[in-house]
């Protein structure tokens, strides 16, 4: 029976990269929603609905 | 295992990621690429034009972040640098080349099938030029390295005229002079000041390879070429009176600083004020050359 694997990392720094992760995906998330709106926005001037 | 190991198997925070594009150098890539797309002859729809200043600006973040990866061991021996995230132990070199290769093809990507392809390929070759031409090839082995590789930082207003009109002429090529020709006094005023931190790096900055004399030599003469190029746009026809008289009053005020530059003897950096005085002026006179000649550009059209 294997003993279950430990953390190398601290409570303290588990926490730390659970924050920064969740910092970062909060990032990506308007990243992408951003970068969505914008191809849409290319994809209606480049078919000419705006002329 | 060490603390330093664990620290660098910390997730770097997004802050670390927006300093690996060096802000501050962004910031002066996006205006005159803004300039010289407003400055541009013809029309371009605003999504378009926020599309290739995006872009530009992605661009120069890839640049930022490669060069910042190339340069980590250097960076770690001057006290301007030190701090950024990779020699300060915040962030993994893997994580910034990997940053920077995919900024770079988004960028050129989205410039290309979103705005054209001529834009797109310049991006794409300035991106080339910065990351390689410069960062590894010229800058740590010869003391002219910044008058070549100003030429990187030269292309962004090219490439916003390119946006609009798909072709380059002669005008946006005289706006890639006037940054071409500004960036060595502009560095070496800096490099002077500096010396010290770029001689402990073992960067061949020219202060430290030819001396200082050569340098504030070199810095007085490139001046005359750069106020040239600045007021050739207004002789040849290209502007009205309002870029016209500023840029000839700007660039007399850089001549003047730059004289002085070229008197001043001290060696010591706390003796260096026409340097920093020169320093702080050449960026205040970019921004106000490339904005005025954009409002003014903007008025005959």
């Known amino acids: 029976m294997t003993q279950p694997e430990q953390s190398p990392y601290t409570v303290e720094e588990t926490a730390l990269i659970r924050k920064r992760q969740a910092a970062r995906s909060r990032l990506m998330g308007v990243a992408l929603v951003g970068l969505c709106i914008l191809f849409f926005l290319i994809t209606i001037v480049k078919v000419g609905v705006w002329g | ?301």
């Not at chain 2, 190991?5 to 927006?18: H, N």
């Not at chain 2, 150098?25 to 205006?31: G, Q, Y």
């Not at chain 2, 661009?59 to 250097?74: H, K």
């Not at chain 2, 070229?262 to 205040?284: G, R, V, Y």
Request: with cysteine; proline share 6%.
């Open chain 2, 1 to 301: 295992m060490t603390t330093a190991a664990r620290d660098i198997l910390m997730p770097a925070e997004w802050r670390d990621f927006w300093a690996l594009t060096k802000p501050r150098v962004m910031s002066l890539v996006v205006f005159t690429a803004l300039c010289g797309l407003l400055a541009a002859p013809g029309n371009i729809h605003p999504i378009i034009a926020f599309t290739a200043v995006l872009c530009i600006a992605l661009g120069a973040g890839a640049c930022g972040s490669l060069n910042q990866w190339y340069e980590a061991d250097v960076d770690a021996k001057m006290a301007r640098t030190a701090q950024r995230p990779l020699p300060a132990g915040r962030m993994d070199r893997e994580a910034a080349l990997h940053f920077g290769v995919g900024l770079a093809a988004f960028s050129v990507g989205i410039m290309g099938v979103a705005v054209n392809w001529l834009s797109a390929g310049l991006l794409a070759f300035s991106i080339f030029f910065y990351s390689i031409v410069y960062t590894i090839w010229l800058k740590p082995n010869t003391p002219q390295n910044i008058v070549i590789g100003g030429a990187a930082g030269a292309f962004p207003p090219v490439i916003g005229w390119a946006a609009v009109t798909g072709d380059v002429t002669f005008l946006p090529f005289l706006l890639f002079a006037i940054i071409f020709l500004w960036t060595p006094p502009h560095f070496w005023a800096l490099a002077l000041f500096m010396k010290t931190d770029y001689g402990a790096a073992g960067i061949p900055m020219l202060p430290n390879v030819k001396g200082q004399r050569v340098t504030r030599n070199q810095i007085f003469g490139y001046s005359f070429p750069m106020g040239g190029a600045a007021i050739l746009p207004f002789i040849l026809g290209d502007s009205g009176w309002l870029y016209g008289a500023t840029s000839m009053l700007l660039s007399g005020v850089f001549l003047i600083l730059a004289f002085r530059v070229w008197q001043n003897e001290a060696t010591d950096a706390a003796a260096m004020k026409p340097e920093k005085q020169l320093f702080a002026f050449s960026i205040l006179y970019l921004f106000l050359l490339f904005a005025l000649f954009a409002i003014d550009r903007m008025v005959i059209a």
